[in-house]
């Protein structure tokens, strides 16, 4: 990972467009070709990014450019959309490169690990004729929780929250499009599954045609509430 502390500014151009005036910001450049724009607060959203798959190259400079202060400009094109990312850098205060190496993935509390579990030993609760393949399907960028095959054979990659955010869905979309240039996977489906599912999350999830499941971990661990009427 590059790691670049800058005074710059950003103008995204495609299906939107967006304009960061100039600010001190932290530029992270990944492995897996994505582009993050960071200020100093707003937690672990960016303020703008880049999602692969994406090439950056390094501008030359037109005579403007140098007069108006920039010294480095870089532009991110996204290879399936044509979108564009426009870095104008006028400071450089650090640039720093690390190898991070695999990453584990996310280790789960003991109610998501247990719902992995009892998830995949009840796979038919996606779907009838559903088929577990495994758990922890490792990807380039992390584990998807459960690789399952529906009944006519697709691939189908199940991301699994105790509370479902928007965070879990970004998380999933993520996977599935990594898993979606597997041509040995793809066509890849995605079910987000969760205990209980926000509405934000929801209409993100089937915005992207991704599937959302609540789970119901009292009855899949065979905890019913036999006190009901019905």
């Known amino acids: ?15 939107l467009s967006a304009h960061l005036p100039r600010a001190k910001r932290v530029l992270m450049l990944k492995s897996d070709g994505s582009v993050l724009v960071h200020s100093d607060g707003g937690s672990y959203k960016p303020l703008n990014w880049m999602s692969p798959p994406c090439a950056l190259t390094t501008l030359e400079l037109e005579d403007e450019q140098h007069d108006a202060g920039i010294v480095e400009a870089w532009q991110v094109v996204h290879a399936k959309t044509g979108d564009k990312l426009i870095v104008s850098l006028f400071e450089i205060m650090s640039d720093s490169s690390h190898e991070l190496g695999v990453d584990p993935g996310l280790i789960k509390d003991g109610v998501e690990a247990h719902l992995q579990e009892l998830l995949a030993d009840q796979i038919e609760l996606v779907g009838d004729g559903h088929q577990l393949v495994r758990r922890e399907y490792m990807t380039a960028i992390g584990p998807v929780d459960i690789l399952a095959r529906d009944a006519a054979g697709a691939s189908v990659a199940i991301e699994i929250k105790r509370r479902g955010g928007i965070d879990g869905v970004e998380q999933l979309t993520r996977y599935l499009e990594l898993m979606n240039r597997d041509p040995a996977l793809a066509p890849v489906q995605g079910v987000f599954a969760a205990q209980e599912i926000k509405p934000q999350a929801r209409t993100l999830a089937e915005d992207r045609g991704i599937r959302c499941l609540v789970l119901d971990y009292d009855a899949m661990r065979g905890m019913e509430d036999h006190n009901t009427l019905f």
């Open 1 to 15: 990972m590059r790691i670049v502390v800058a005074d710059c500014s950003v103008d995204y151009a495609g299906r």
